[in-house]
T-cell receptor, first 113, second 115 residues
């Protein structure tokens, strides 16, 4: 089985712009979670989608949003980018939901200048 | 809410020596526990998990961990490390009673294996 894929792998944006990141889960997995990883804050949970519904949300501002499609692929959008949004964004998929083992993609490295 | 503590931010160890990476959690409910490894410029890879059953869990790459409910710990061990084990290790906990509850990760422990 192919693993979790994320596109693009690297991205450079300017403050104020918006960005969309994409995640394709492992085939058959219905849960997709997103995490932000920074040196200062570590791994922080953004949100989880399960069967196209947002099931859980972390403590991030409304500029961070996401969605999941019927094929379980997920996108994450960040509007009005700030310098502090520079991070590695990781997507993880799970068959049963994020309480169980999750499988991570390689991440998208976002740099905001 | 759960929380995870990894007491050691960095652990240097010589090749072929044993290592233990410590993880303690706090939770008012029963939990699932996980260890992940992250190599430079990569995502996280699942090393092992405890969902139920035997408290001694064996994972990939020769790692094992023991769930101790009374001490709320889930320490990771390997009897003999290799240079290739140099990476960041994350302990994580999730609430087993609340389907869909998000993971909480510890701050990570950077393991450096020295020749």
């Amino acid at each position: 089985k192919a693993g979790v894929t994320q596109t693009p792998r690297y991205l450079i944006k300017t403050r104020g712009q918006q960005v969309t990141l994409s995640c394709s889960p492992i085939s058959g997995h219905r849960s997709v979670s997103w995490y932000q990883q920074t040196p200062g804050q570590g791994l922080q949970f953004l949100f989880e989608y399960f069967s196209e519904t947002q099931r859980n949300k972390g403590n991030f501002p409304g500029r961070f949003s996401g969605r999941q499609f019927s094929n379980s692929r997920s996108e994450m959008n960040v509007s009005t980018l700030e310098l502090g949004d520079s991070a590695l964004y990781l997507c993880a998929s799970s068959w049963r939901g994020s309480s169980y083992e999750q499988y991570f993609g390689p991440g998208t490295r976002l740099t905001v200048t | 809410a759960q929380s995870v503590t990894q007491l050691d931010s960095q652990v240097p160890v010589f090749e072929e020596a044993p290592v233990e990476l410590r993880c303690n959690y706090s939770s008012s409910v029963s939990v699932y526990l996980f260890w992940y490894v992250q190599y430079p410029n990569q995502g996280l890879q699942l090393l092992l998990k405890y969902l139920s059953g035997s408290t001694l869990v064996k994972g990939i790459n020769g790692f094992e961990a023991e769930f101790n409910k009374s001490q709320t710990s889930f320490h990771l061990r390997k009897p003999s490390v290799h240079i290739s084990d140099t990476a960041e290790y994350f302990c994580a906990v999730s609430d087993s009673n609340n389907y869909g509850q998000n993971f909480v990760f510890g701050p990570g422990t950077r393991l450096s294996v020295l020749p």
